[in-house]
């Protein structure tokens, strides 16, 4: 079983639906979970922290950690063109190690 | 708004060749960490270098890769001698000493090296 598994897409959307991204993780001493967006020929850029299990909410974002099923979740609200990019799931645990999914390929048509 | 620089955004060379990719952390980082993307595939972790030296090391970074910290500002990926599998985008990142492990790491925007 892979460490981190996040479905690669390609997942289109119409502007203002919801979108849910989702990887499932292995390793039990992950505590710090994040979802990056990454445009393309760009850098990721931190979206959504979370540490341990719980939601965070922030704007249209809402991450979930449930620890217990090694199951985290990123959802979009009235998602919007600009929304369009590759979303990355990682983690880390005691180590400096970050892992990283594959990236789910988000297009957001309008 | 500061940011991590790097340099080239593209470099081309010929196998068996050495290639120096540069980066620019923000100016009041002091750990620093090289990732690469292969293209298709996740990213992956390469180093982290912390106080001159390196702090953890993935099983990718082998003795073909080296890195440096050749003065107050410029952090270095050295690869000997490059293979074709070496073809990839490379992401510097950085952070603050007094930064979260995780979250006040802020990536660059890569350098796409391809390895003929």
């Known amino acids: 079983q892979k460490e981190v598994e996040q479905d690669p897409g390609p997942l289109s959307v119409p502007e203002g639906a919801i979108v849910s991204l989702n990887c499932t993780y292995s390793n039990s001493a992950f505590q710090y979970f994040m979802w990056y967006r990454q445009y393309s020929r760009k850098g990721p850029e931190l979206l959504m922290y979370?540490?341990?299990?719980g939601n965070k909410e922030d704007g249209r974002f809402t991450a979930q950690v449930d620890k217990s099923s090694k199951y985290i979740s990123l959802f979009i609200r009235d998602s919007q063109p600009s929304d369009s990019a590759t979303y990355l799931c990682a983690m880390g645990g005691r180590n400096n190690d970050m892992r990283f999914g594959a990236g789910t390929r988000l297009t957001v048509k309008p | 708004e500061p940011e991590v620089t790097q340099t080239p955004s593209h470099q081309v060379t010929q196998m068996g060749q050495e290639v120096i990719l540069r980066c620019v952390p923000i100016?009041?980082?002091?750990?620093f960490y090289w990732y690469r993307q292969i293209l298709g595939q996740k990213v992956e972790f390469l180093v982290s270098?912390?106080?001159?030296?390196?702090?953890?090391k993935s099983e990718i970074f082998d003795d073909q890769f080296s890195v440096e910290r050749p003065d107050g500002s410029n952090f270095t990926l050295k690869i000997r001698s490059t293979k074709l599998e070496d073809s990839a985008m490379y992401f510097c990142?950085?952070?603050?000493?007094?930064?979260?492990?995780?979250?006040?790491?802020?990536f660059g925007p890569g350098t796409r090296l391809l390895v003929l």
């Open positions: 979370t540490y341990s299990s």
């Open positions: 100016s009041n980082h002091l750990y």
């Open positions: 270098f912390y106080n001159n030296e390196i702090s953890e």
């Open positions: 990142a950085s952070r603050d000493v007094t930064g979260a492990a995780f979250k006040d790491r802020y």
